[in-house]
């Protein structure tokens, strides 16, 4: 399958993002022969629901296209057992792409797991690179800590939002202004655009000192199409920027060792929960503790002790 | 501390509350000190931004209050270095119960960090319950992913939602739909409130299979008061029928359960990051890896074995 989707198999390449999304075992066998093949430029796409992230990423489909490059597209649903797929349907405008064999369209459900998601979503890109795709951008739904922890995942993050959102958004922007590398203004026909914007560089002076990119601010109308090339410029001079710094390697450092913990994480307990603490065992510890027979802060680092063995002792 | 606590100091409580938010050591040793100390029913009140939850919670604790029974109440806060506290200042109408000795408030912060505050919010709420409160209510701010996984902690979660909601809440109202014990549709003098009630009714026949205990749902106007009985009545209601279901045991071991694994996580890595992982060592693999010098998916797992030792062998 990796072979096929190398050579631009997309049969393939939806099979192999499949397999990542279902985890276990062939997950992390697509994961480690794909680690590293290709290279993507990822382009993080949030902003609350209705801000017109997919109006954009439909546009900037349509520049990147103009360009002859390929790209991926990975769309991030907040889906439950209640509404399925439903949200989708704000994307059906990508369909208009669906017949473009240069673009790669796929949603993925987080099914509410967030470590699941973040961990998937850089795989699935890395996916997109070893088939040959230079671009992915990945889109996500409302501005909650999903969004961050897939942002964090991204090159550059493009944060969008509106003219006169209220105050309530205003809170939950604050998430979003420390991971955003590119603002987008996005309905800037609409009243209030210049008092957004001025909100955005107060907290940008705000931030200044830990940001060495000074986040660009575009206003766009994504359903005329105005200020995309804007946009497009200012996500080019991020990719120059990154990489003139040498900060795609710094990025990419940062991310394995987060990734890299995780993986440790993930090893260590399927390899105690198989020796010492098997379901039955964690079943019997709960139900001792929850009745206050046993200690958890005694019992457990015991247990920790006893799985790494005497021979750990030596090596303090 | 815990001594002075449990006496009902509340400078005590304060003070071991932050202990538990700062996290380390000390933390651990407040959590085993009060783990098994007292009991409190614990109410979650979460929902989007604006819906009144500050304002119901005042209600309530003034319903409660006149009852005679003490309370406490943790308002979580999504601060950020740019918001700092300021979204506390919603909260000020509470301060009417500042003077009340039997109410203690306290604001905890998120600081973004998920799995911490999911930890130390029930850890905070057994400082409370050791301090001789029967309540807690746990207030949080907004509809993401930490709602939900405080929402967890509470014995009961009620979800405050408002008429005439746009499309994009309603798409984030799956992920607290299926959290919510009892629904409060607060601002029911506002136009839309017999829509809402029939939606949730809707969604909650799809979930009927989930669910034993059906959720109720009240209307309330907080400003004037109305429906605040009602309210009462289903929170009383429900937490009578989880003592008579055997419940409480039920949740509260499946909280152990999770927690215990959560505790083995942590101590695992503070172990292997002391003897096989120090920073130094992580720092040059992320590098290797970033390099592709490395193959993660190899080297981890033989980490997670050398540190195992040869002993664990024996014990397949």
Do not use: C
Request: proline share 4%; hydrophobic share 45%; aromatic share 4%.
């Amino acid at each position: 399958l990796v072979d096929a989707a190398s050579a631009g198999d997309r049969t393939a390449v939806a099979r192999l993002i499949s397999l990542i999304e279902r985890g276990g075992d062939p997950a992390r066998e697509v994961a480690r022969l794909t680690y590293s093949m290709g290279d993507a430029y990822t382009i993080g796409m949030t902003g609350a629901p209705g801000a017109g992230k997919s109006t954009l990423t439909d546009r900037l489909i349509t520049e990147v296209r103009a360009t002859a490059q390929p790209l991926g597209v990975l769309a991030i649903d907040p889906s439950s057992p209640f509404t399925g797929g439903a949200i989708l349907g704000d994307r059906v405008r990508m369909q208009g792409h669906a017949l473009d064999e240069g673009v790669f369209i796929r949603s993925m459900a987080t099914r509410g797991h967030l470590g699941g998601l973040a961990l998937a979503t850089p795989e699935a890109v890395r996916v997109l690179a070893a088939a040959g795709m230079p671009i992915v951008i990945i889109e996500t739904v409302g501005v909650g800590q999903v969004e961050v922890e897939v942002a964090r995942a991204a090159d550059s993050t493009v944060v969008v939002v509106n003219p006169g959102w209220g105050d309530s958004i205003q809170a939950n922007k604050a998430g979003l202004l420390e991971i955003a590398d590119i603002f987008v203004i996005n309905k800037a026909d609409r009243d209030g655009v210049d008092r957004v914007e001025q909100e955005i560089r107060a907290m940008q002076s705000l931030a200044a000192h830990h940001a060495e990119w000074i986040p660009s601010i575009i206003r766009t109308v994504a359903n005329t199409g105005e200020g995309l090339p804007e946009l497009i410029d200012a996500i080019s001079a991020m990719e120059k920027w990154l990489a003139d710094q040498g900060r795609f390697e710094a990025r990419r450092k940062a991310y394995w060792r987060e990734r890299i913990l995780e993986m440790m994480r993930h090893a260590l307990m399927r390899q105690i929960r198989r020796h010492s603490l098997t379901d039955a065992e964690l079943d019997h510890l709960a139900t001792e503790v929850a009745g206050r027979k046993q200690d958890p802060y005694r019992t457990v680092p015991k247990l920790v002790e006893s799985a790494f063995g005497p021979n750990e002792q030596h090596r303090t």
